[in-house]
């Protein structure tokens, strides 16, 4: 199992350094070829932490035999839930893009928050 971690601040501008750090994670890991399900997961899943919890937010990007799993940590207890979104609906897509992309998802309550998360088959 190989694994890095990006702590940061529930600022906009987490969501653009998590997005760095996926892309360089996945070249330096030579799965190219999965940067941009990656890194579309990551950003969404660090905005809605951003968003919707509004706490110090823990990124950590997993790579085991067959998957990359990305996950989120955040220190808000509400769970996240998908919805499918109206065509004129500028928002709540973010789940709905981590549906398209993963290979399944989740959220599992951690003691004083909760941890989302992403597998992307590999």
Same mark, same amino acid.
């Given at each position: 199992?190989?694994?890095?971690?990006?702590?940061?601040?529930?600022?906009?501008?987490?969501?653009?350094?998590?997005?760095?750090? !996926?892309?360089?994670?996945?070249?330096?890991?030579?799965?190219?070829?999965?940067?941009?399900?990656?890194?579309?997961?990551?950003?969404?899943? @660090?905005?809605?932490?951003?968003?919707?919890?509004?706490?110090?937010?823990?990124?950590?990007?997993?790579?085991?035999?067959?998957?990359?799993?990305?996950?989120?940590?955040?220190?808000?207890?509400?769970?996240?839930?998908?919805?499918?979104?109206?065509?004129?609906?500028?928002?709540?897509?973010?789940?709905?893009? @981590?549906?398209?992309?993963?290979? !399944?998802?989740?959220?599992?309550?951690?003691?004083?928050?909760?941890?989302?998360?992403?597998?992307?088959?590999?």
């Amino acid at each position: 199992m190989t694994e890095t971690t990006l702590r940061a601040a529930p600022q906009t501008e987490a969501v653009e350094y998590a997005r760095r750090l !996926a892309a360089r994670t996945m070249r330096t890991w030579s799965l190219i070829e999965y940067e941009e399900p990656v890194t579309a997961i990551v950003a969404e899943l @660090v905005a809605n932490a951003v968003l919707h919890a509004g706490t110090m937010l823990e990124l950590r990007l997993i790579r085991r035999t067959g998957r990359v799993r990305v996950e989120v940590r955040d220190r808000a207890t509400r769970m996240p839930r998908l919805t499918i979104p109206d065509p004129e609906d500028e928002g709540h897509r973010g789940l709905f893009i @981590v549906d398209s992309f993963s290979a !399944a998802w989740g959220a599992d309550p951690v003691p004083g928050g909760k941890v989302v998360w992403a597998e992307v088959a590999i």
